[in-house]
């Protein structure tokens, strides 16, 4: 039974995006199969994972406008085991184009639905922004991953978003769960990231990753290159701690079945 998983902060520069991207790729390279859903429109996770944004007939857009399959908006990219649905600035347009459409909400679940159980894990990279798309992203999902930034205003705007996940739980997707907390860009060196580790076990009644995601150059440098940390420079921090965060993920995953 395949896991879909959410990443989502409407807080620009959290690393959500950067989350996604690699744990996909670690996912896939433990031997699960994976699909990648890119709902930003920035495109960025199809960018990252080798697929160009620009060259495509059928994207996320276009699959939620039904004006295609599923499976015709499906990709490969240059990791093994991994597909994905991709996205493009077209995607922008979405929101006004679905105001007049019936069950909005569903759109997405409606058409992942029809591949689910061909994949082990299914990740969804939200935009930064509690949208629509957000909204779609989260009836689709069993569960939403907060990446949470080690810096001063880490809290800032998660109460709205563990409301907004609590009003999907309500209205729409009863079996929505947060998944967890992964901490991104921790600096081992400082006090402040420690500081907002432990304010935000105080303050969320949520799992924590014990994972914790380092502020890493290499981590930066790899999408450019439109490939994962894992594939960029294997032996990295950033790509053994996108692997151990992978494998608490499965573990978590193998307890629920």
Request: net charge negative; glycine share 6%; with cysteine.
């Amino acid at each position: 039974m395949s896991r879909i998983i959410a990443i989502a902060n409407q807080k620009g520069g959290v690393g959500k995006t950067t989350t996604a991207i690699n744990l996909s790729a670690c996912l896939a390279e433990n031997g699960r199969k994976v699909l990648a859903i890119d709902l930003d429109p920035q495109g960025n996770m199809t960018s990252g994972l080798g697929v160009d944004k620009n060259e495509l007939e059928n994207t996320v857009y276009e699959l939620m406008l039904d004006e295609c399959s599923i499976n015709e908006s499906i990709k490969k990219t240059v990791v093994d085991n991994l597909n994905i649905i991709a996205s493009n600035v077209n995607l922008a347009g979405a929101e006004i184009e679905l105001l007049g459409i019936n069950d909005k909400e569903y759109i997405l679940k409606t058409a992942v639905d029809y591949i689910r159980d061909d994949y082990d894990f299914i990740v969804i990279d939200c935009p930064p922004s509690l949208n629509m798309l957000t909204v779609n992203a989260m009836t689709t999902a069993d569960t939403v991953l907060v990446p949470i930034q080690c810096e001063y205003y880490a809290l800032e705007g998660l109460s709205q978003l563990i409301h907004t996940i609590n009003l999907v739980q309500e209205r729409l997707n009863s079996r929505l769960q947060i998944e967890g907390v992964v901490f991104t860009m921790y600096d081992v060196r400082t006090n402040l990231s420690n500081q907002v580790v432990e304010n935000v076990k105080e303050n969320l009644d949520a799992v924590i990753y014990s994972t914790m995601i380092p502020r890493n150059i290499r981590l930066a440098e790899a999408p450019s290159y439109g490939i994962p940390i894992n594939m960029y420079d294997s032996k990295s921090a950033g790509a053994e701690s996108y692997r151990k965060l992978a494998k608490e993920i499965i573990g978590r995953r193998d307890l629920a079945i």
